[in-house]
């Protein structure tokens, strides 16, 4: 089997945990304001810069001139008036990026962004639920829920972050499909969603003790008790 | 009165991970009345190779040829996704040509995923001479993969920003050849399957999920089109310019095992079509983009999806500006449809549960990752 000789192989993982990462990751979340005044500039000029420069000078041109945040420009029409009506000042932003739209909502508002949007709007499809890590901030995990309506042909993606054992409402009384996608997220991240039915690990066996897509954890990083005890054999790591 | 053994009415049966009809290593505990399915539940994750986890150690490049080891017999798709996915995030135009040949490679794996499907699925239900025929077809589809890239199964056909091989000579003629061959040996198919008696009444009606169960479960692909929802992702929201190739999305109405049967059969007709429209309008011209070659997006995040074979197949990928990917998620169509297992299954029969798995086509290794 050629797949199974290929997570093994994982011989030259040279990068350290929190290099770059966090810090761009933790400048990207704190300053909003920044990254404000580039909106009005026409989206496509801003990705097309790297892609342009590239040919010329590859890594000497790109590297300095990228921005260390994401150059997201103001979502507007609409959707968008519809939920700053109903949900004011609860959605912290509203943005697109590469002509995909997100929000930023607080924690408390996710579940009835989805329900409203489902229910009144006709997102009845919920694509994917997943997380972030970005240690370096203070509300840790960013939470991604991907919507998509059949009316509309349109996909929008619902963003929060949350502090590290805070927990999220569970989004299966709306989405059905939520359930093992939560499920996934808790056994990758660690992150708790209230009121599912089943809040156990799906991928990783039961009693492994880590969550393997947290940045802390290095990609060698085995639960050695649970391998020894269950296994019987030493880490092959 | 005293309890004997007659009185028992509940039996927990473990199905898997080693059984021969769960296609791979899927495990699901079964709980029986009879022969009664009264509750079911999945135990996955044995293949679980933590596919997100290694995408952040390697470059955007390296990655690559890691994603056709999810859904091994649809690699091609698995590659486009994640191809599209980073284009999207440095913003690169794939050239007309490399377009125009990743959808040809990407329909005739959508072709071979769907006649593994076709052969192992009639061989749970009984028929055993169907796999054969469909195996032969798939090599064929399997030697223009080798002839094109050197690999069969994991291809890594495209790369980021367009393709790294030329296409062979007689790539055209083989591809148009092959076309010509599938059409009638997919009728021969029918006449063996679409009316047989025993094919019918083992599917008609067994694991019914209409249109709105789908939606609420999250189910795409041929599933989501038996029951009667007219929606592909190749269509709603083009890629590679599919909106230049004239093509139908077959539907069915029922959304039992044998509409999810009828529904696959058609779309190997329609990506035979594809085939056809792609090669004629292969012209001459570069295949690929200039892409950097140590490739460092820009700060930011893009979800990309692609119809696969088995449904909608999503790559979800942040990047913090560095050479390495911060996060990529996938969402895997497996997984998802799996899910309904438990709602279909329930109350039907142990047999029944068997063509349920089988119509939902998974591949373990997408659904485990």
Redesign the interface.
Known sequence: M???A??GG?TE?Q?PEET??PT??GE?ASPPAESKPAAPKPP?A??????AA??AK??AA??PK???????VAWEGELVEELKEEFGDRIKEFRT??G?EFLVAEPGAVIPIIEFLKLEQGF?????V?A??YPARPERFEV?W?LYS?ER?H?I?IKTSIKDGEKVRSCTGV???A???ER?VYD?FGIEFEGHPNMT?????EGWGSF??RKD?A?TDMDNRWVRENIGIESGQ | MSETFLDSTELVLNMGPQHPSTHGVLRVIVKLDGEKVTGTECVIGYLHRGVEKIAENRTYAMFAPYVDRMDYVAAVSNGLGYCLAVEKLISCDVPERAQTVRVILTELNRIASHLIWLGTHALDIGALTPLFYCMREREDILNIFEKYCGARLTTHAFRIGGLQYETYDGFEAECLDFCDKLMPRVDEYEELLTENRIWKDRLIDVGILNAEDCKAYGVTGPMLRSAGVKWDIRKALPYSGYEKYDFEIPTRTNGDCYDRYMVRVQEMRQSARIVRQGVEKLAAGPIMAKVAKVLKPPVGEAYVSVEAPKGELGYYIVSDGSTQPYRVRVRPPSFVNLQSVDKMARGSLVADLVAVIGTIDIVLGEVDR
């Open positions: 050629p797949e199974e290929n997570p994982a993982p990068k770059s990462a761009g990751g990207a496509a801003v990705p097309a810069k790297p892609a590239a040919p590859p890594a790109a590297a990228a921005p260390a945040v994401m150059q997201a990026y590469v995909q009845d499809y919920l694509v994917d997943t972030v890590d991604v991907i059949f042909n996909r993606r989405h059905l499909t359930d093992w996608l996934e990758m690990r799906i991928l990783m066996p393997p897509l954890k990609i």
